[in-house]
């Protein structure tokens, strides 16, 4: 106890630090609080329906990620994801286009060029959502609820559900220039965490009305979910460093030995961007059939709709695998990775700089990638397994998937840049042994 004040004494006697913390926290509180605004024209009273729409099913997970503003009507309704899936297409086509493939080269310039086509793209998959969510609204509450009707009520919200989302993108901006962390990473796990206090109590409750050992199975509950925040933890942070030794090991090589050397890839280098990748990529069915029609829907979209089911899961899981090599491929690059060593002096004992060192890289990148993206696929899918186990859906959701990914992801990335602030300034460290490993550590 007396280190925790201790490190909280440090971390307030550090100016950028601690402006940078407040910062983040009055971005947040502005976020929460537009949450809570709903949509002029409607009244706030009469959402019961709306938010017993998503009490469940995929448009429980829809409202988890917009941090409950789904399901209150509000301005910041369509949430953060619009954004999320122009990023993914705009990163799809720098794979095959190679006009995005040249903006890519271009550093600093060519990156503000694809922030600006994304936000761009952002505003056109906004204005296609925002249809669907207002005739949602039409038909989940009463008439009594629209206080504004007609042409002038469908256009205006529009606007407004676009201006939201664009203005919570900025926010997240400002989060990753001014606060700490990366501010949609950061959004995203607010409005999750959001929900977990509710979700909580539901659960509570519902063990408690059952009939004999209903408080045992919470608490069994409650372990279990511990001991999957104990693995995720593990997975996000990957392993520190892959050591020499092994990894020749993995390629065949047997002439290892000697210093006891270090390679800096990770098991997990992508993070939980797979998981983000595919669950956006999972809410294009609530998107085509519409918000209104998900419970009706029938054939593909049906199946790629229920949370529970075999193919939504099978779907995700393979989605994910797919997405953790592509986002690999993407943040490590073996040839810059050799060409960085042999500029630096830097070489691996036993193999030839150069082409056979990009080989050599590239293979462990691709064997240690297979496992890591196996383990995102099932902590993806483990929410689906309680839900089977009679736990309730707004508290199976913390079991693993996205939510949690993000929770444990953001909150290790926060405190792996509080830490370095402290470490940087000469102070202890947030740990007593060794260093918090974000998703981004080496």
Same mark, same amino acid.
């Given at each position: 106890?007396?280190?925790f004040?201790?490190?909280?004494?440090n971390i307030?006697r550090?100016e950028?630090?601690?402006t940078?913390?407040?910062n983040?926290?009055?971005?947040?509180l502005?976020?929460?609080?537009?949450?809570?605004?709903?949509?002029?024209?409607?009244?706030?009273?009469q959402?019961?329906?709306?938010?017993?729409?998503?009490?469940?099913?995929?448009l429980?997970?829809?409202d988890m990620?917009?941090?409950?503003?789904?399901?209150?009507?509000?301005?910041?309704?369509?949430?953060?994801?619009?954004?999320?899936?122009a990023?993914?297409?705009?990163?799809?086509?720098?794979?095959?286009?190679?006009?995005?493939?040249?903006?890519?080269?271009?550093?600093?310039?060519g990156?503000?060029?694809?922030?600006?086509?994304?936000?761009?793209?952002?505003?056109?998959i906004?204005?296609?959502?925002?249809?669907?969510?207002?005739?949602?609204?039409h038909s989940?509450?009463p008439?009594?609820?629209?206080?504004l009707?007609?042409?002038?009520?469908?256009?205006?919200?529009?606007?407004?559900?676009?201006?939201?989302?664009?203005?919570v993108?900025?926010?997240?901006?400002?989060?990753t #220039?001014?606060?700490?962390?990366?501010?949609?990473?950061?959004?995203?796990?607010?409005?999750?965490?959001?929900?977990?206090?509710?979700a909580?109590w539901?659960?509570?409750i519902s063990?408690l009305n059952?009939?004999?050992?209903?408080?045992?199975?919470?608490?069994?509950?409650?372990i279990?979910?511990?001991?999957?925040?104990l693995?995720?933890?593990?997975?996000v942070?990957?392993?520190?460093k892959?050591?020499?030794?092994?990894?020749?090991?993995?390629?065949g090589?047997?002439?290892?030995?000697g210093v006891?050397?270090y390679?800096?890839?990770?098991?997990?280098?992508?993070?939980?961007?797979?998981?983000?990748?595919?669950?956006a990529?999972?809410?294009?069915?609530?998107?085509?059939?519409?918000?209104?029609n998900?419970e009706?829907?029938s054939?593909?979209?049906?199946?790629l709709?229920?949370?529970v089911?075999f193919?939504?899961?099978f779907?995700v899981?393979?989605?994910?695998?797919?997405?953790?090599?592509?986002?690999?491929?993407?943040?490590i690059?073996?040839?810059?990775?050799?060409?960085?060593m042999?500029?630096n002096?830097?070489f691996?004992?036993?193999v030839k700089?150069?082409?056979?060192t990009?080989?050599?890289? #590239?293979?462990?990148?691709?064997?240690?990638?297979?496992?890591?993206?196996?383990f995102l696929?099932i902590?993806?899918?483990?929410?689906?397994?309680?839900?089977?186990? #009679?736990?309730?859906?707004?508290?199976?959701?913390f079991?693993?998937g996205?939510?949690l990914?993000?929770?444990?992801?953001v909150?290790?990335?926060?405190?792996?840049q509080?830490?370095?602030?402290?470490?940087?300034?000469?102070? #202890?460290?947030?740990m007593?042994?060794?260093?918090?490993?974000?998703?981004?550590?080496?």
């Amino acid at each position: 106890m007396k280190r925790f004040i201790e490190t909280l004494k440090n971390i307030w006697r550090i100016e950028d630090l601690k402006t940078r913390i407040v910062n983040t926290i009055l971005l947040i509180l502005v976020y929460r609080l537009g949450t809570m605004v709903v949509l002029p024209g409607v009244d706030p009273t009469q959402l019961a329906e709306l938010k017993n729409q998503t009490s469940g099913g995929i448009l429980g997970l829809v409202d988890m990620f917009s941090g409950g503003a789904f399901s209150n009507a509000s301005i910041f309704a369509l949430g953060i994801m619009p954004y999320i899936s122009a990023s993914i297409v705009i990163q799809l086509l720098g794979m095959a286009i190679p006009y995005f493939q040249r903006l890519q080269r271009e550093g600093e310039s060519g990156r503000r060029k694809i922030n600006q086509i994304t936000r761009y793209l952002t505003v056109v998959i906004l204005m296609l959502q925002a249809p669907g969510y207002i005739a949602n609204l039409h038909s989940q509450l009463p008439e009594s609820a629209f206080i504004l009707k007609g042409t002038y009520f469908i256009v205006s919200s529009m606007f407004i559900l676009t201006a939201g989302t664009m203005f919570v993108m900025w926010l997240g901006e400002r989060i990753t #220039d001014k606060g700490l962390g990366n501010g949609i990473s950061l959004i995203i796990m607010i409005g999750i965490i959001a929900r977990l206090p509710s979700a909580l109590w539901v659960e509570f409750i519902s063990r408690l009305n059952e009939q004999g050992g209903g408080l045992v199975v919470f608490l069994l509950e409650i372990i279990a979910l511990g001991l999957v925040i104990l693995f995720t933890i593990l997975l996000v942070q990957g392993t520190r460093k892959i050591p020499v030794q092994y990894a020749k090991r993995i390629v065949g090589n047997k002439q290892y030995g000697g210093v006891r050397q270090y390679i800096p890839l990770k098991v997990n280098a992508a993070g939980v961007m797979p998981i983000i990748f595919a669950q956006a990529i999972m809410f294009l069915p609530v998107v085509l059939v519409g918000f209104s029609n998900t419970e009706t829907a029938s054939g593909i979209a049906a199946a790629l709709s229920n949370p529970v089911g075999f193919w939504y899961n099978f779907t995700v899981a393979v989605l994910i695998i797919l997405f953790t090599y592509f986002y690999t491929a993407i943040i490590i690059n073996p040839t810059q990775m050799a060409e960085e060593m042999k500029k630096n002096g830097g070489f691996i004992p036993g193999v030839k700089p150069g082409h056979n060192t990009v080989e050599f890289l #590239d293979t462990i990148m691709s064997r240690i990638t297979l496992p890591g993206s196996i383990f995102l696929a099932i902590i993806a899918i483990l929410p689906a397994f309680a839900m089977i186990a #009679d736990v309730q859906s707004s508290f199976a959701y913390f079991y693993g998937g996205t939510s949690l990914l993000i929770m444990v992801g953001v909150v290790l990335d926060t405190l792996q840049q509080i830490e370095s602030h402290l470490l940087m300034r000469h102070y #202890d460290g947030l740990m007593k042994n060794g260093r918090i490993k974000g998703r981004s550590a080496i």
